[in-house]
């Protein structure tokens, strides 16, 4: 079955980065984009960015322009988020997320568990 | 930027209710507006896309309608599997999307 797998908590010092990995299966990867979301604890979503699997282009919520990159490896069909400078707003559970593409873009129906990212001195 | 506002933020219910939520976003978005459900320690879960087509999956009881700024989702009979929180997302400027703040749906 159609699935995303997220790699495991991660903790990190302020300034520092951090990287994810969600692993897809279950379809074509490079048919589908992907986007990722997070949500501060407590807190709603919040849409980070997109990434096309099949050249690599990239779309980032302009809050995030010049510390997150999202790359895929087709070899291994997974896609990552990098976020640079980390500070303790930064701390929240990400989540990898498929767009349906088909019949509309833009609806996420396939989600990764989540990954909880926690920055603290 | 599209900001999307939900009200109420909170609601309580009883199982068999009828209940509805609204979505109202800043400019007319057309019918871009999903809705999604998410339970404590849960990814969020597709419900609705395209302002009121009905994922593969999600119950009946589930609906949603609306376009352009004003958007509802109405679950009919709750059941006690459906308290939890609610989320509407615009995608009318996809990839670039944005969610409302969402409601939070408990037993009365």
């Known amino acids: 079955q159609v699935q995303l797998v997220q790699s495991g908590v991660e903790v990190k010092k302020p300034g520092a980065s951090v990287k994810v990995a969600c692993k897809t299966s279950?379809?074509?990867?490079?048919?589908?984009?992907l986007n990722w979301v997070r949500q501060a604890p407590g807190q709603g979503l919040e849409w980070m960015g997109y990434i096309r699997p099949y050249n690599g282009d990239t779309d980032y919520e302009q809050k995030f322009q010049g510390r997150l990159t999202m790359t895929t490896d087709t070899s291994t069909s997974t896609v990552y988020m990098e976020l640079r400078g980390l500070t303790s707003d930064d701390t929240a559970i990400y989540f990898c997320?498929?767009?349906?593409?088909?019949?509309?873009?833009?609806?996420?129906?396939?989600w990764g568990q989540g990954t909880m990212v926690t920055v603290s001195s | 930027d599209i900001q999307m506002t939900q009200s109420p933020s909170s609601l309580s219910a009883s199982v068999g209710d009828r209940v509805t939520i609204t979505c109202r976003a800043s400019?007319?978005?057309?019918?871009?507006l999903n809705w999604y459900q998410q339970k404590p320690g849960r990814a969020p879960k597709l419900l609705i896309y395209a302002a009121s087509s009905l994922q593969s999956g999600v119950p009946s009881r589930f609906s949603g309608s609306g376009s352009g700024t004003h958007f509802s989702l109405t679950i009919n009979s709750l059941q006690p599997e459906d308290f939890a929180t609610y989320f509407c997302?615009?995608?009318?400027?996809?990839?670039?999307?944005?969610f409302g703040q969402g409601t939070n749906l408990e037993i009365k």
């Open positions: 279950g379809y074509t990867f490079t048919r589908y984009g």
């Open positions: 997320a498929r767009d349906m593409t088909y019949p509309v873009k833009g609806a996420f129906d396939i």
């Open positions: 400019q007319s978005i057309d019918y871009f």
């Open positions: 997302q615009q995608s009318y400027t996809s990839p670039v999307s944005s």
